[in-house]
């Protein structure tokens, strides 16, 4: 498989633990939310992927609020 940023070939599949923190005053007391996916590393251009696995995905979305875009706002 290529790389969607450079489309060369030369990438790796790696594990990972990570800890996303939301941003804003109002998340100072929240501590974020675990993630454990397996990366895709292009060691080319040093461009990562890694999709969030649907129960994860879940916890993070107990924790955030949706963006309103700029039409959205403007029609509240």
């Not at 030369?10 to 939301?22: C, F, G």
């Not at 109002?26 to 990366?39: E, H, R």
């Amino acid at each position: 498989m290529s790389c969607q940023s450079c489309r060369l070939g030369n990438q790796v599949e790696l594990s990972a633990e990570m800890m996303l923190h939301l941003g804003g005053l109002k998340n100072l007391d929240n501590s974020g939310v675990w993630l454990f996916p397996k990366v895709l590393v292009c060691l080319d251009c040093g461009s990562a992927r890694f999709t969030v696995l649907e129960s994860e995905l879940a916890l993070l979305a107990g924790h955030t609020q949706p963006n309103l875009c700029a039409a959205d706002k403007a029609s509240a």
